[in-house]
């Protein structure tokens, strides 16, 4: 079974610390999202079995939220993740043509990732900065006010990333 | 012209840290109310502001405090939920004040939780805001460290932990009893009402839910009094509106301007008008779950009753604007695409009816519609409307479709009669 290293699980009993006695299950999605991150972008069975012991809830309680919410990824990711918002105001300012132009750079289409595990790419509802629009999230920032030329870049910076610390 | 919720906001540099925040007057207002008011005394005052809820409903925010059970025969343990799980699309004013100022919301949550008498409160912000995390997260630990949280805070005898809970983004938490169910760690879906969560909320104890933007004005009215909030605004709605834009203008953004401004001075003044070669069609006042204003609505004024009035709602106060060059039929299916995916499922009209309103209007704008496509949707405008689902999501989604039907009614009848869509 999986288990999280000694720091995450640090982090895990204080979030779990937030709650009254009892009412551990709170922590559920934040300890899922630590799980996210520790194994490898992505919830296994195991893990999310792995997270129920950890909560003392029955892993159905984690399956059933884990499938709920769509930040939880069910299946491998990769290392870097375009998730294009594509509701309403973003639309209204060409989020359509940024995943086209992510499309055809990678060869991807929404929902898959690339044959090396580098990327993937998702289009998202609404992430509230409608006024910056076509905007995406990537990893923990948001890159606003999209432009092909954008796109190119952050693919390059990705690579030199991607190269640097392999 | 006063901007008290913006007014220590500069989204270029890092916002005041509490020292600062101390120096601009911050947490004055705390400071006076655990000196010398009452508990009631504060649910009164906020009443007489009538500051009402920012998060779209529109309710007085005072008076709904004054539901939660007080005194000691009341349940043990009651809580104080800010809502910052901002996810109404068009909307994107929360942001501004939760990056931007984050303690003047954590004043404004600990002064409502004195108000109800809580003694846990969170900040439920949507995983997405990570700035904003960090931000928070921060600024509670400077908070902590100064004596306004914790045990007898500011020697007052009162008691009052705080926690950041960044769980999940999902549209149904703007609902709030779906939103308590989620905070439990479970499934966003509604609970009945009643109980109301003011009774028997997050756990089964009493709960008050509440707006980041309704709980940052909360020190100014202590600060201040109830008719200076009052008087901030252009009519009977009290305060300041953060307003936003989005779309096809010159200048998208978010302002804090009086309550009550109009359409037009948002558009053309504060937006910087349409942009070249683009003319306004419509726009959708406060999200996307609200009916469709038109050229003939420009000079409404930007408050719950003035925009009621025609037929639509003041929302979250943020625009989108629908540009000319925009296909009604595509720009109407992508927001039901957005409702139908963030439908939680937990009721079958809703659940079902989404996903068949999201096809019927792709098969419209692919031109492969038929002339009974449009009674079909009308149907749903009454199928999913208020007292048919379990919740506010559908008949919400229903708003800009039912308007889009009745203003630009053309454009769907023309796609079905020339089989295709006539702005590709």
Same mark, same amino acid.
């Given at each position: 079974?999986?288990?999280?290293?000694q720091?995450?699980?640090?982090?895990?009993?204080?979030? +779990?610390?937030?709650?009254?006695?009892?009412?551990?299950?709170?922590?559920?999605?934040?300890?899922?999202?630590?799980?996210?991150?520790?194994?490898?972008?992505?919830?296994?069975?195991?893990?999310? !079995?792995?997270?129920?012991?950890?909560?003392?809830?029955?892993? +159905?309680?984690?399956?059933?939220?884990?499938?709920?919410?769509?930040?939880?990824?069910?299946?491998?990711?990769?290392?870097?993740?375009?998730?294009?918002?594509?509701?309403?105001?973003?639309?209204?300012?060409?989020?359509?043509?940024?995943?086209?132009?992510?499309?055809?750079k990678?060869?991807?289409?929404?929902?898959?990732?690339?044959? !090396?595990g580098?990327?993937?790419?998702?289009?998202?509802?609404?992430?509230?900065?409608?006024?910056?629009?076509?905007?995406?999230?990537?990893?923990?920032?948001?890159?606003?006010?999209?432009?092909?030329?954008?796109?190119?870049?952050?693919i390059?910076?990705?690579?030199?990333?991607?190269?640097?610390?392999? | 012209?006063?901007?008290?919720?913006?007014?220590?906001?500069?989204?270029?540099?890092? %916002?005041?840290?509490?020292?600062?925040? #101390?120096?601009?007057?911050?947490?004055?207002?705390?400071?006076?109310?655990?000196?010398?008011?009452? %508990?009631?005394?504060?649910?009164?005052?906020?009443?007489?502001?009538?500051?009402?809820?920012?998060?779209? @409903?529109?309710?007085?925010?005072? =008076?709904?405090?004054?539901?939660?059970?007080?005194?000691?025969? @009341?349940?043990?343990?009651?809580?104080?939920?800010?809502?910052?799980?901002?996810?109404?699309?068009?909307?994107?004013?929360?942001?501004?004040? /939760?990056?931007?100022?984050?303690?003047?919301?954590?004043?404004?949550?600990?002064?409502?939780? $004195?108000?109800?008498q809580?003694?846990?409160?969170?900040?439920?912000?949507?995983?997405?805001y990570?700035? @904003?995390?960090?931000?928070?997260?921060?600024?509670?630990?400077?908070?902590?460290?100064?004596?306004?949280?914790?045990?007898?805070?500011?020697?007052?005898?009162?008691? /009052?932990?705080?926690?950041?809970h960044?769980?999940v983004?999902?549209?149904?938490c703007?609902?709030?009893?779906?939103?308590?169910? *989620?905070?439990?760690?479970?499934? @966003?879906?509604?609970?009945?009402?009643? %109980?109301?969560?003011?009774?028997?909320g997050l756990?089964?104890?009493?709960?008050?839910?509440?707006?980041?933007?309704?709980l940052?004005?909360?020190?100014?009215?202590?600060?201040?009094? *109830?008719?200076?909030?009052?008087?901030?605004?252009?009519?009977?709605?009290?305060?300041?509106?953060? $307003?936003?834009?989005?779309?096809?203008?010159?200048?998208?953004?978010?302002?804090?301007?009086?309550m009550?401004?109009?359409?037009?001075?948002?558009?053309?003044?504060?937006?910087?008008?349409?942009?070249?070669? $683009?003319?306004?069609?419509?726009?959708?006042?406060?999200?996307?779950?609200?009916?469709?204003? =038109?050229?003939?609505?420009?000079d409404?004024?930007?408050?719950?009753?003035?925009? *009621?009035?025609?037929?639509?709602?003041?929302?979250?106060?943020?625009?989108?604007v629908?540009?000319?060059?925009?296909?009604?039929?595509?720009?109407?299916?992508?927001?039901?695409?957005?409702?139908?995916? #963030?439908?939680?499922?937990?009721?079958?009209?809703?659940?079902?009816?989404?996903?068949?309103?999201?096809?019927?209007?792709?098969?419209?704008?692919?031109?492969?519609?038929?002339? #009974?496509?449009?009674?079909?949707?009308?149907?749903?405008?009454? /199928?999913?409307?208020?007292?048919? =689902?379990?919740?506010?999501?559908?008949?919400?989604?229903?708003?800009?479709?039912?308007?889009?039907?009745?203003?630009?009614?053309?454009?769907?009848?023309?796609?079905?009669?020339?089989?295709?869509?006539? $702005?590709?």
């Amino acid at each position: 079974m999986p288990a999280f290293s000694q720091e995450k699980l640090l982090k895990a009993k204080e979030i +779990i610390s937030h709650y009254p006695e009892g009412m551990q299950k709170s922590a559920l999605l934040m300890i899922l999202h630590l799980a996210q991150e520790e194994f490898g972008g992505w919830l296994d069975v195991p893990v999310m !079995d792995y997270v129920a012991e950890l909560l003392q809830i029955e892993p +159905i309680e984690v399956y059933e939220v884990a499938t709920f919410y769509s930040m939880y990824n069910l299946k491998p990711i990769g290392r870097y993740i375009f998730e294009v918002c594509q509701t309403g105001p973003c639309m209204l300012r060409g989020s359509d043509h940024i995943v086209a132009y992510i499309e055809e750079k990678l060869g991807i289409k929404p929902g898959q990732t690339t044959i !090396d595990g580098m990327f993937s790419l998702k289009t998202v509802e609404c992430l509230g900065a409608c006024g910056y629009a076509p905007m995406m999230q990537f990893g923990k920032t948001y890159r606003e006010h999209l432009t092909r030329e954008k796109i190119d870049l952050i693919i390059e910076e990705c690579r030199q990333n991607a190269e640097a610390n392999n | 012209m006063d901007r008290p919720l913006t007014k220590n906001i500069n989204l270029d540099r890092p %916002p005041l840290s509490l020292k600062e925040y #101390e120096k601009a007057g911050g947490y004055a207002a705390l400071r006076k109310v655990l000196k010398g008011m009452s %508990p009631k005394e504060i649910q009164k005052l906020v009443q007489d502001s009538n500051l009402k809820g920012r998060g779209g @409903a529109g309710f007085n925010t005072g =008076t709904k405090w004054s539901f939660v059970p007080m005194g000691n025969d @009341a349940p043990k343990t009651k809580y104080l939920i800010v809502n910052a799980d901002e996810m109404e699309p068009g909307t994107f004013k929360d942001r501004v004040l /939760l990056e931007g100022d984050p303690h003047q919301l954590i004043e404004g949550m600990i002064i409502a939780a $004195y108000a109800i008498q809580a003694d846990i409160s969170y900040v439920f912000l949507r995983w997405a805001y990570r700035k @904003a995390a960090l931000l928070i997260r921060k600024s509670i630990e400077e908070a902590y460290e100064a004596g306004y949280l914790g045990k007898n805070i500011l020697g007052s005898g009162w008691n /009052l932990d705080m926690h950041l809970h960044t769980g999940v983004g999902r549209y149904m938490c703007g609902e709030e009893t779906a939103l308590l169910n *989620a905070l439990e760690g479970k499934r @966003a879906t509604p609970r009945a009402k009643p %109980p109301f969560p003011q009774v028997s909320g997050l756990f089964g104890k009493p709960t008050i839910v509440n707006n980041v933007e309704t709980l940052c004005c909360v020190p100014h009215i202590v600060n201040n009094g *109830a008719d200076w909030f009052k008087g901030l605004s252009y009519t009977d709605d009290g305060g300041t509106k953060l $307003y936003g834009v989005s779309g096809k203008v010159n200048k998208p953004g978010c302002w804090e301007l009086p309550m009550g401004v109009t359409l037009r001075e948002l558009i053309e003044e504060h937006a910087g008008g349409m942009m070249d070669g $683009y003319k306004f069609k419509g726009a959708l006042p406060g999200g996307a779950s609200t009916d469709f204003m =038109t050229i003939a609505h420009m000079d409404t004024k930007m408050d719950f009753k003035s925009v *009621a009035e025609v037929g639509s709602r003041l929302g979250t106060g943020t625009v989108i604007v629908m540009d000319d060059k925009t296909c009604p039929v595509g720009f109407v299916h992508n927001l039901q695409h957005f409702f139908a995916q #963030e439908s939680c499922g937990w009721c079958t009209p809703c659940r079902e009816g989404l996903p068949w309103v999201e096809k019927i209007l792709l098969s419209i704008e692919k031109g492969e519609g038929k002339p #009974e496509d449009i009674d079909v949707l009308e149907m749903h405008g009454e /199928l999913l409307g208020p007292g048919n =689902t379990f919740c506010a999501l559908a008949p919400g989604a229903m708003e800009p479709l039912q308007s889009a039907l009745k203003y630009f009614r053309e454009d769907f009848e023309k796609h079905i009669h020339d089989k295709r869509c006539p $702005y590709s």
